[in-house]
């Protein structure tokens, strides 16, 4: 149905869809934050810094392309890497290349932390997604959201991914 503004309501099925997809990827994330916590106190979003940095050539990534992988502001990375580089998780320097960039990389402790929270971290994204779906809707999950991730990259950067990164290919350990 559409009003007089030109705005498509949902209709109750596509309701019922977009809301189960808010309640679950919120609730997901969660469990996900609080195993990783319980087993090895790391929190979800540094356990994604982690891993795009141990997927990133030769282990390190530009501040702004981690930040863009990871779907973070510049600012708010900024500050999380601060707090890893004082826990002597990751470490800062300029980039060789352009001196204007900054390179992060794990540290051999942010490597051993990660290598420690990957099989928790595993094990909890079968167990609350990936086998409550079959293969065809794994399948389809994975083209639905690669879809939408392509539909909401920076037009300015020409992909959602920049080449070589995590989501330019598939994801282990994510």
Known sequence: MTDDQGVRWLNGVEQDAWQAYIVATLRLRQRLHRELTEGHAVSLADYEVFVCLSMAPGGQARMSELADQLGSTKSRLSHQISKLEVAGLVRRAPDPDDKRGVLTQLTEAGQALLDAAAPTHVRGAREHLIDLLTPEEQSVVGAVFTRVLEH???????????????????????
Request: proline share 22%; charged share 15%; no cysteine.
């Open 152 to 174: 909401l990259h920076d037009p300015d950067n020409g992909r959602a991914f920049p080449p070589g990164s995590p989501g330019a290919t598939t994801r282990p350990g994510w």
